[in-house]
């Protein structure tokens, strides 16, 4: 083997080694900004959530509990959904606005509510 063939042959083999170093398209997020977008997102902090009340009854069907709520300042009261969690009647809560279903008829329930917010985040922020 020349020492030419040998030299080329450590060059090219000390150059596999490298990482790949190609630039990110433009418009394209980079790979930190990419694995921020895959983490399951922050639940906000409870002074973020713009609805607050406190609970008469829940209510846990499958994989949602139902809340009614009397809301904050006022005898006002619906309900709410929210993925499963226990919460006591007399808890003080903060929740978000989501989306409202008119006269939604839940199956499991048996029961038509004139209401129901659907919300992702519930923050008890006093028990009773």
């Not at 030299?7 to 980079?30: D, F, I, R, Y």
């Not at 607050?52 to 829940?58: D, N």
């Not at 959904?81 to 903060?94: D, L, N």
């Amino acid at each position: 083997m020349s020492k030419k063939y040998g030299l080329s042959m450590l060059v090219l083999g000390g150059l596999l080694t490298l990482p790949a170093m190609a630039q990110v398209p433009p418009g394209h997020p980079s790979p930190a900004q990419s694995r921020e977008m895959l983490l399951p997102e922050k639940a906000p902090r409870p002074s973020e959530l713009p609805n607050q009340g406190k609970v008469l009854s829940a209510v846990h069907a499958n994989e949602f509990t139902y809340i009614e709520v009397v809301l904050a300042g006022s005898k006002a009261v619906e309900w709410i959904a929210v993925q499963k969690m226990e919460v006591k009647p007399g808890s003080a809560i903060r929740y978000e606005d989501g989306a409202v279903m008119k006269d939604f008829y839940s199956k499991l329930l048996k029961r038509t509510f004139a209401s129901v917010r659907f919300v992702d985040y519930v923050s008890v922020t006093a028990a009773p």
